[in-house]
């Protein structure tokens, strides 16, 4: 007789993790998949603050090109016609005259061709609220028919408010005539 025997063995404990196998090489890179639906496009933004860039804040001007005769008194300043106004940014036009809206320092340029009828002095100034700018104050004796060019530039410090122009002046009542072509100009730029 034959007698099986069945024993039941206990369970050993479970062994150490073995150390990492070796990393397998990388497979083919699949086919480049279909290009997605272009998105709706979005609300704009806000704009964003002015940059600190090198561009002129405030500028603008004005010249004459009609070709005229002024009749100017005695010692008594007379404005320059200045009819035509130029591209201006932060400066208003007033007749004859520029108007300032930001306060700060200005480069003013101006130019004037004029020939006298009677043989006298004449002078030129570029005014701030009519009180003439040192600097721009040119006098010259002119000959009868002959012409003459007054300009210059000159940087100044400008309120908001401040009204700019320019007007001529004589010793003798006498007859002025402003040219053919561009014969008064006078402009401002705001340096800062």
Known sequence: MNYALNFVLPRGDIGPTGPQGIAGT???TGPTGPQ??????GATGPTGPIGPGTG???YGGRYNNTASTISLSILSQT???LEVTMPNLAVNYSPNSLVIT?????????YLNLT????????????INGTNIPATVISRALSVATSSIYNGSVIVAL??????????SALL????TLGTGTNAVLTVKRLS
């Open 26 to 28: 990388i497979g083919a």
């Open 116 to 127: 006298a009828t009677v043989a006298t002095t004449i002078t030129t100034a570029v005014r």
């Open 159 to 168: 309120n908001a408010g401040n009204t700019i122009d320019m007007a001529i």
């Open 36 to 41: 997605g639906v272009a998105g709706t496009i």
């Open 173 to 176: 009542a006498v007859g002025v």
């Open 79 to 81: 404005q320059v016609p």
């Open 102 to 110: 930001q306060s700060g320092n200005y480069e003013i340029n101006f």
């Open 56 to 58: 002129l804040s405030a």
